[in-house]
């Protein structure tokens, strides 16, 4: 059958580029394909710096898990059951920090809270302190900056569960009886259970994997993906190599363990449907501008770093040493910029190669997904697995992993040598988004009504024209919200970047990085700024599937 | 009710009060929903709301659970007014549209929720939950999650839920909806049989007309948030309220024509000799319409003599233990009459008479007629 050729293919081809890689940097840590030899392992095994990274790599994603968890769960029950002027506006701009890329996050938090941030500035100012009142540098300031994006996750999961809880539900714990503590825990936290866990999960997976934050507020805390990166800079390939299977095999049992917790995946489903609860209307005013203020000042503080990182794109360089405020303001770092190519040049690679790999991700990713829930058995596994797997291992690993792979000229293995070249980046790209466009594409499929499609090929039209007219149509949201989340992931990308970027090729995020080191604070932040729009702008308009569906 | 002989003796005093809604009335961002609504119901007694969606009645039954809180108006259970008190702690049981069960528990887990706060051992609990899973015919099903019941099982667990904590007023909002038409009936019976088996006090919400009728002891027909008739299922089928009601609870076409000196119908074709009912005052000379159920007429042929309407049959609809004609007469009014044994065929010319066991036939103003026909009527 021609389908389950192609889906053969398929599979054939994204194992080449997503499994093949993570097996080869397995193989080679263990010596292979050479004599085999535990050496490396042993080295790491004995070294104390190594398990003490692993050990933070651990508590931090714990730490981010329970911080996050304790900002965006009650800000999810404020938004979703609560009524107050402004809540529509300001539940989509508590959003937008997960939409942002990490990095541009790390450096606005920087710029704002950094030892010579503004807000640092302003309080030692008012304190007459003659140095910073703290330094924003260790676990602290990475569990802060890790709290301030991956909120988001519990915040999101916990709305969408609260709307999909069936009022009468609450209703009849009411006339059971059940007042509203014990209808909170006994009936709708449990509800909320699944959903709390896959924000768990998700909020573990990225702070495990995060790497802008440790790298630039770790200072001598290293946590793995840091300890790799560091590593590799070394020249201790073969050690990296290890910490990166280290830290692969950390993903997967904290991800095999976290689905333990909920091992049916029955809640999900949540028996019949019925209306959701409605939102509490505040009658009293004071209570009304009460939660109207607590809502707009805690959005004030959200948007703060990134005002913060706005103001300083518009200080011209070695212009702000010591006032509170920048003395000067000017246009000059944004059209230096739009001068000078050497300057334009990361935007352009970052677009380019944003693009390119969205748009592969997404063919691959439709593809994928199509075959996936046309074909059973272990075709539609494999293709699902693959496509989910690049989620489960954190960006370092696949840097690693690529790199290791493809420095070596084995056609006959499948092996070219694409480091150092430009294929190497937006191929790295593709990897990491095609479970974002994969699994947006999966979700579509399962939503889709097989009747439309049947009922399109009993009017006579093609399987191209069935998938034209009618499939692809139905898709264009899911589709649409997947490319611009894989888009916006691409375009800030900094961890896989710092390890396979070459300097013709350097991306947006690697320019940031050595504008900071040259001092050149305003450069960096018209970067960040630019970023922040695109993705903003992008995410705005088709990244959110309510919005279009 | 008011008719009863000699003063109620205390107990029945007592009894007929159990739960009393007074005047409720409830509007949704300034739409009427509501409009003062009351009822009284006798304990032990089930009382149906009857409406089509839109008439209120489920907001009516949310407000006597306390989900709602209503603009105006008192809800008392025997003798407590219980109008804002939280929901949680009226004692009333609520068996809802979609059974509400508790997904993340098991059934007997369902069951025993309502027991918490009730000072009872665990070992009484487990009783309980034994007993009312036994009442509901569903024993040594306790260990079961809910999504392996069937609907019907889920069902029979709502209402054990319900009752397990012994509510003073059992609310049933739709409760047999979500099942299909066969399992319906079944289970529409054994609830009824639950119920009064138990004695409990009882609302029971529903759109659909047999069910009301089958298990009401009274039945409250709502339309457009105001209350339209409350009565037996006899009352409501062969004395209805107005127009409104008699189409609602069954079949029923109308005759226009104007009221004669000896309260006789004036048709067309002249007086009928059919025993008229005027709700309200009615006088003669007033233009009038009469209800007609399908089984008070009969059919005869149309040659046999000049009795009756003339008319054609239009349409002929087998339905099993009876078969339905419409038939239209000379003036282009449409009458529908039913029979258990084929009489006549499509187009066939007939004529249509009362049948001699029917009732004194419900007679309402005709359309554009006011009530009292012209005529002051004293309170």
Redesign the interface.
Known sequence: MRRRALAWGLAALLTWIVGYPLLITLLEAFGLPGTPTLEHAREFASRGDEWMALWRSLWISLGSVTLAALVGVPLGFLFERTDFPGRRVLGTLVILPVSLPPLVGVIAFLFLYGESGLLTRAVQGLLGAPEAPWRLIGPGAILLVHAYSMYVYFYLFTRAALTRL?A??V?????????RV?TLS??VL??L?PALLGAALLTFMTALGSFSAPYLFGGGFRVLPTQIVASKLNGELAMARVETVALALVALVGLAALRRLDPQR??V??????TAPTRRRLASRPARLAAAAAGWSLALLLLLPHATLALISFVPPATWTTELLPPELGLGNWTGLAGQTERLRPVVNSLWMALAATAAALVLGFAAARLASALRGRVGAALEALLALPWAIPGTVFAVALATAFSVDAPALGRFVLVGTSWILPLAYLVRSLPVTGRSALAGMRQLDRSLEEAAASLGASTWRTLRRVTLPRLRPALLAGASLAFITALGDFVTSIVLYTYETRPVSIEILSSLRLQEIGVAAVYGVLLMLISAAVFLLWGREDSSA | MSDRRGPPEPDEARRSAFLRLEGLSKSFDGEPVLERVGLEAVEGETLVLLGRSGSGKTTLLRLVAGFETPDAGRIVVSGQDVTTLAPSRRRFGMVFQHYALFPHLSVEENVAFGLAGSRRTATEIARRVEEMLEAVELPGLGGRRIDQISGGQQQRVALARALAPGPRVLLLDEPLSNLDPALRERTRRQLGGILRGIGITSLWVTHEQLEAFEVGDRVAVLEGGQMAQLGTPQDLYDRPADPFVAGFVGRASWLTGRLSERRRLIHEEGELPWTLQPVGELPAGARVRVLLRPEHLKLRPAALDGRGLAGTVTDVRFAGAETFYVVKLAGGEQLEVSSRYGRAERDQAVAVVLAPDAPPLPTFPAPGESAGGGVETSG
């Open positions: 069936d009468a539900v209703e009849a714990a009411a006339s059971l009886g059940a007042g014990r006994r009936v449990p509800l259970l029955r809640l489903a949540g028996g019949t449907r019925g």
